[in-house]
């Protein structure tokens, strides 16, 4: 319906203001869904919009409704780090809470505390991924072998939490470990322009040299990709020279 096309792109561009007039007059929108099953909140997630996040849940939005891949809107803040929405959600009893997602955020208080609690780590897997590989998570992606520290690694370079990189690197992570698309945590700081942590996993002896599963293509090309022209420059010139 119209309004609800409405009222999904007004949580995209965090018009506040018409989320609320909008619901309002028809509460019933806060369960308005769009493609890919993406409600008005999990726009609000990726986005970090934190005012729309916090008008749908008090109008009663669902914390844990899923997209067509399985995330809620928590996990899909903390994938995307949108740190203000997560935090809120977190707030209004969001469950998901994860090494994967506290690595995602930058939490490294929390990344070191399950660490070093010993748990289990298999149970902080990933909830929005298959159990077996597709077209966007490869066999050899770190979800998929169950390297769940691995994978924190991956999530943690991708929104540049260089800390937490750091740690879980001294705490037996593989630094070219795989996430989506087969993609590494390079490929995703270069692509996200997270230059400090490119600089900082390129010192560490992550390889150059890896390309993608789903496009080929390799962390400078990523980097282009994302219009970080200097990062991608940076990681031709250190592969020709390695």
């Given at each position: 319906m119209a309004s609800e096309v409405e009222f999904i792109e007004a949580a995209k561009k965090g018009d506040a203001a018409k989320i609320g007039s909008m619901?309002?007059?028809?509460?019933?929108?806060?369960?308005a869904v769009g493609e890919h099953l993406k409600t008005a909140l999990h726009w609000a997630a990726e986005r970090d919009h934190a005012g729309v996040a916090a008008a749908l849940v008090e109008a009663g939005a669902?914390?844990?409704?899923?997209t067509s891949w399985g995330a809620s809107p928590?996990?899909?803040?903390?994938?995307?780090?949108?740190?203000?929405?997560?935090?809120?959600?977190?707030?209004?009893?969001a469950t998901g809470f994860t090494l994967i997602t506290a690595a995602s955020l930058g939490k490294l208080s929390e990344v070191r505390r399950i660490i070093e609690s010993g748990?289990?780590?298999l149970a902080d897997r990933r909830r929005d991924a298959p159990t077996a590989?597709?077209?966007?998570?490869?066999?050899?992606s770190a979800h998929i072998r169950k390297d769940t520290i691995s994978d924190a690694l991956y999530a943690a370079a991708r929104n540049g939490h260089q800390n937490v990189v750091a740690y879980l690197l001294d705490h037996g992570a593989d630094i070219d470990a795989k996430?989506?698309?087969?993609?590494?945590?390079?490929?995703?700081?270069?692509?996200?322009?997270?230059?400090?942590?490119?600089?900082?996993?390129?010192?560490?002896?992550?390889n150059l040299t890896i390309r993608d599963s789903r496009f080929g293509a390799t962390t400078e090309e990523w980097a282009q990709e994302g219009g970080h022209s200097s990062i991608?420059?940076?990681?031709?010139?250190?592969?020709?020279t390695a």
């Open positions: 619901l309002k007059a028809d509460p019933g929108l806060v369960r669902d914390v844990e409704a899923r928590f996990e899909w803040a903390a994938t995307m780090g949108s740190s203000r929405v997560a935090d809120l959600l977190l707030a209004r009893s748990k289990d780590l590989p597709d077209d966007h998570w490869p066999a050899d996430g989506v698309f087969g993609a590494t945590g390079l490929h995703w700081a270069a692509m996200n322009g997270h230059r400090e942590t490119v600089e900082f996993l390129m010192k560490r002896g992550a991608a420059a940076m990681l031709r010139q250190a592969k020709q």
